[in-house]
């Protein structure tokens, strides 16, 4: 499934880390990028060096137009998911989702009323506030769970880097080194 995230209403100022852990979760949980209605570089610049280290292709995409950018996705056929907590519940939302390209909406401040019409789905990660990296997180795992996929073993067979997991301590692999892959 392909999966695009958009990130509405980044404050350069206020919130370049957690959109930067926007972009991350997005990332190591199986997104191939987010678009970002920011003239913001800063976040592309951390992904960038994310992906050189640890693989894969994610990208960040800077955009002027959230509204093109969902009129285009839906036109080619892809469905959107807005994440607000005045939303169904995500457990009753998820029978409802099926699709092959899903672009998933988190905000930072309030978000356009309009983008409620828009969507083809408002989902809550429960109705309560919390935030948008939790709720992003636990959404691409639900729907990689229910297409048969595991969001928490994504795997990136470029990484220069690899962690092999221990019980107790760190242990990264070079895989240059070991031309393990
Ligand atoms: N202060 C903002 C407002 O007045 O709307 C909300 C900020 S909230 C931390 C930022 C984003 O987190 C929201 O736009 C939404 O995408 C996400 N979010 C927070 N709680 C959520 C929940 N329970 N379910 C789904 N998404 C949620």
């Known amino acids: 499934m392909r999966i695009v995230i958009l990130r509405l209403g980044h404050r350069i100022q206020r919130d370049?880390?957690?959109t930067t852990h926007v972009a991350l979760t997005a990332r190591a949980m199986g997104a191939e990028g987010m678009l970002l209605d920011s003239d913001d570089s800063g976040i592309e610049k951390s992904l960038v060096d994310a992906g050189a280290r640890?693989?894969?292709s994610f990208y960040v995409k800077r955009i002027t137009s959230w509204k093109n950018e969902v009129k285009k996705w839906?036109?080619?056929g892809g469905k959107v998911i807005h994440l607000t907590m005045y939303g169904i519940n995500l457990p009753?939302?998820?029978p409802e989702i099926s699709t092959d390209a899903i672009?998933?909406?988190v905000g930072a401040?309030?978000?356009?009323?309009?983008?409620?019409g828009l969507a083809d789905w408002n989902v809550?990660?429960?109705n309560q506030p919390h935030s948008e990296v939790a709720a992003l997180a636990i959404t691409l795992d639900r729907l990689q769970?229910?297409?048969g996929n595991d969001a928490l073993r994504t795997h990136f067979p470029d990484a220069k880097c690899e962690i092999n997991p221990q019980k107790a301590g760190k242990e990264v692999i070079d895989t240059a080194l070991t031309g393990k892959l």
Do not use: F
Not at 109 to 116: A, G, T
């Open 109 to 116: 401040e309030k978000v356009p009323p309009e983008l409620y």
């Open 74 to 76: 839906k036109e080619a």
């Open 54 to 56: 640890w693989g894969g």
């Open 145 to 147: 769970a229910a297409s």
């Open 103 to 105: 672009m998933i909406i």
């Open 16 to 18: 370049q880390r957690i």
């Open 92 to 94: 009753d939302a998820i």
């Open 124 to 126: 809550a990660v429960g």
